[in-house]
C-alpha cells in the first residue's frame, strides 16, 4: 500500500521547513515569492493533499468521522446525519457531515482519504463509487458503507437492511390486499444496489404468488425524487398500462406517485394502493398517509458506528462486523456485512379509512 504524502514530504522536495509549507498551506503572507513557488510546485509534483499539520506530526486519531451522503434534500440523509453525529457524540468522536452530490470524485476522494481534514474512518452513502474505488484505496481510511451495496471490497463493512426481504414483505401485504398488478417504480441497472436488490425481492415474491410478469410494470424513475415519482406515473397511465398498486424504490417516489394519482382521479387506496421505503417523517403526514419499509435506524447507526469505529482502532484493512442486537452480522467472500432489522408500517395507502360512525 502506498503511503500517504506528508507535509514532511513536501518539505524535502522544495527544501524548506514543514513550518514553511504550513504557511504556504495556509496562505499565510510571511513567505517569499520564490520559496512559495518551489512549495506549490512540491505539492503539485507530489500530489500532495493539505491535512492539519499538528495531527500528521503526532500521527494520532483525530476522534473525528466523515459521513459521505449524496444528498440532504432527501429527509431520510438529513435524519441520518443528525442521528449520527448524536449517537458519536456519545462516544465522544464529532461526525463531518460531507455532501458528494452524487460525484464519483469527491465520494472516491473521501474513501482514499485525499480529503483537506483527516478523519479516523468514513461512513459513506455511495451514489457514484465503482467497485474498483473500493479495492484501490491507496492507504485510505477505514470505510462503512451504508446501504449500497458495492462487490469486491474485502475489507469494508457492509450496513443496511435486508432489501430483498423487505420487498418480499411489500408484495405479501399488496396480494393480502387483493392486488394482482404491481407496479415497481425505481428500477435501476447497477451490478448491485438498494435499486436491484428491491426489484430482485419483488420479482421473486410476484412470481412465487403467480402475479403477471409484465415488463411494462417494472419502470425505471432517474432519479429518486417527488417529481421523478410523478412524471413516471404519469407516463405509465399515458401509456394505458392498467396497475393496481405502486411499490415505489423509496418514500419520495412513493408521494410523487400519489400525487400524480391524485391529479389523475384515482382513488388511493381504493383504485391503486401505494408502498415505499425509508419512512420518512412526510410518510406519515401524506394524504393518504403512505405505508412504508422502516428500517431500524438506531441500530443501523449503531452498527456503522461499531464497524467504523472497530475498524479504526484495529488498523486498516481489517473488517469488523457488529453483533448487538438488532441487527446481524455475516461475512462473505466480498466483505463484512450487517443487516439490519426493518418493519412494514401500514397507513392508508394501503388500506381503507376505518369508516366514521356517525350514529355514536
Same mark, same amino acid.
Given at each position: 500500500?502506498?503511503?500517504?504524502?506528508?507535509?514532511?514530504?513536501?518539505?524535502?522536495?522544495?527544501?524548506?521547513?514543514?513550518?514553511?509549507?504550513?504557511?504556504?498551506?495556509?496562505?499565510?503572507?510571511?513567505?517569499?515569492?520564490?520559496?512559495?513557488?518551489?512549495?506549490?510546485?512540491?505539492?503539485?509534483?507530489?500530489?500532495?493533499?493539505?491535512?492539519?499539520?499538528?495531527?500528521?506530526?503526532?500521527?494520532?486519531?483525530?476522534?473525528?468521522?466523515?459521513?459521505?451522503?449524496?444528498?440532504?434534500?432527501?429527509?431520510?440523509?438529513? /435524519?441520518? $446525519? *443528525? +442521528?449520527? #453525529?448524536?449517537? &458519536?457524540?456519545? %462516544? =465522544?468522536?464529532?461526525?463531518?457531515?460531507?455532501? @458528494?452530490?452524487?460525484?464519483?470524485?469527491?465520494?472516491?476522494?473521501?474513501?482514499?482519504?485525499?480529503?483537506?481534514?483527516?478523519?479516523?474512518?468514513?461512513?459513506?452513502?455511495?451514489?457514484?463509487?465503482?467497485?474498483?474505488?473500493?479495492?484501490?484505496?491507496?492507504?485510505?481510511?477505514?470505510?462503512?458503507?451504508?446501504?449500497?451495496?458495492?462487490?469486491?471490497?474485502?475489507?469494508?463493512?457492509?450496513?443496511?437492511?435486508?432489501?430483498?426481504?423487505?420487498?418480499?414483505?411489500?408484495?405479501?401485504?399488496?396480494?393480502?390486499?387483493?392486488?394482482?398488478?404491481?407496479?415497481?417504480?425505481?428500477?435501476?441497472?447497477?451490478?448491485?444496489?438498494?435499486?436491484?436488490?428491491?426489484?430482485?425481492?419483488?420479482?421473486?415474491?410476484? /412470481?412465487? $404468488? *403467480? +402475479?403477471? #410478469?409484465?415488463? &411494462?410494470?417494472? %419502470? =425505471?424513475?432517474?432519479?429518486?425524487?417527488?417529481? @421523478?415519482?410523478?412524471?413516471?406515473?404519469?407516463?405509465?397511465?399515458?401509456?394505458?398500462?392498467?396497475?393496481?398498486?405502486?411499490?415505489?424504490?423509496?418514500?419520495?417516489?412513493?408521494?410523487?406517485?400519489?400525487?400524480?394519482?391524485?391529479?389523475?382521479?384515482?382513488?388511493?387506496?381504493?383504485?391503486?394502493?401505494?408502498?415505499?421505503?425509508?419512512?420518512?417523517?412526510?410518510?406519515?403526514?401524506?394524504?393518504?398517509?403512505?405505508?412504508?419499509?422502516?428500517?431500524?435506524?438506531?441500530?443501523?447507526?449503531?452498527?456503522?458506528?461499531?464497524?467504523?469505529?472497530?475498524?479504526?482502532?484495529?488498523?486498516?484493512?481489517?473488517?469488523?462486523?457488529?453483533?448487538?442486537?438488532?441487527?446481524?452480522?455475516?461475512?462473505?467472500?466480498?466483505?463484512?456485512?450487517?443487516?439490519?432489522?426493518?418493519?412494514?408500517?401500514? %397507513?392508508?395507502?394501503?388500506?381503507?379509512?376505518?369508516?366514521?360512525?356517525?350514529?355514536?
Amino acid at each position: 500500500m502506498t503511503r500517504r504524502v506528508s507535509i514532511k514530504d513536501v518539505a524535502q522536495r522544495a527544501g524548506v521547513s514543514w513550518k514553511t509549507v504550513s504557511n504556504v498551506v495556509n496562505e499565510r503572507p510571511v513567505v517569499r515569492a520564490d520559496t512559495r513557488a518551489k512549495v506549490l510546485t512540491a505539492i503539485d509534483e507530489l500530489g500532495y493533499v493539505p491535512n492539519h499539520v499538528g495531527r500528521e506530526l503526532r500521527g494520532g486519531p483525530t476522534r473525528s468521522l466523515a459521513l459521505v451522503v449524496p444528498e440532504l434534500q432527501n429527509p431520510y440523509f438529513a /435524519r441520518l $446525519a *443528525e +442521528l449520527m #453525529q448524536a449517537a &458519536a457524540r456519545q %462516544r =465522544g468522536y464529532t461526525v463531518s457531515v460531507e455532501v @458528494s452530490l452524487h460525484s464519483a470524485e469527491t465520494e472516491r476522494a473521501h474513501v482514499r482519504g485525499r480529503t483537506a481534514r483527516p478523519v479516523d474512518a468514513v461512513i459513506i452513502s455511495p451514489s457514484a463509487l465503482d467497485p474498483a474505488d473500493l479495492v484501490d484505496r491507496d492507504g485510505g481510511p477505514p470505510v462503512v458503507l451504508l446501504g449500497e451495496r458495492l462487490p469486491a471490497a474485502p475489507d469494508v463493512v457492509h450496513v443496511a437492511i435486508d432489501n430483498v426481504s423487505s420487498a418480499a414483505d411489500v408484495v405479501r401485504l399488496l396480494v393480502a390486499g387483493g392486488h394482482r398488478r404491481l407496479l415497481f417504480l425505481g428500477a435501476d441497472h447497477a451490478v448491485r444496489s438498494t435499486g436491484t436488490d428491491r426489484l430482485a425481492g419483488f420479482r421473486a415474491a410476484s /412470481r412465487f $404468488a *403467480e +402475479l403477471p #410478469q409484465d415488463p &411494462a410494470l417494472i %419502470r =425505471g424513475a432517474g432519479s429518486w425524487t417527488r417529481e @421523478s415519482g410523478r412524471r413516471e406515473v404519469h407516463a405509465v397511465l399515458d401509456a394505458g398500462i392498467e396497475f393496481d398498486a405502486v411499490v415505489a424504490g423509496n418514500d419520495l417516489l412513493a408521494v410523487g406517485a400519489l400525487a400524480a394519482l391524485h391529479e389523475r382521479g384515482f382513488d388511493v387506496p381504493g383504485d391503486v394502493a401505494v408502498v415505499g421505503w425509508d419512512d420518512v417523517a412526510e410518510a406519515a403526514w401524506a394524504r393518504p398517509s403512505l405505508t412504508t419499509v422502516a428500517p431500524d435506524l438506531d441500530a443501523l447507526i449503531d452498527a456503522a458506528l461499531e464497524a467504523a469505529l472497530g475498524g479504526a482502532g484495529a488498523g486498516r484493512g481489517e473488517s469488523v462486523s457488529g453483533s448487538d442486537s438488532g441487527h446481524s452480522s455475516r461475512g462473505g467472500s466480498s466483505s463484512a456485512e450487517t443487516v439490519i432489522s426493518h418493519r412494514l408500517v401500514e %397507513r392508508e395507502s394501503t388500506r381503507a379509512v376505518p369508516a366514521v360512525d356517525e350514529t355514536a
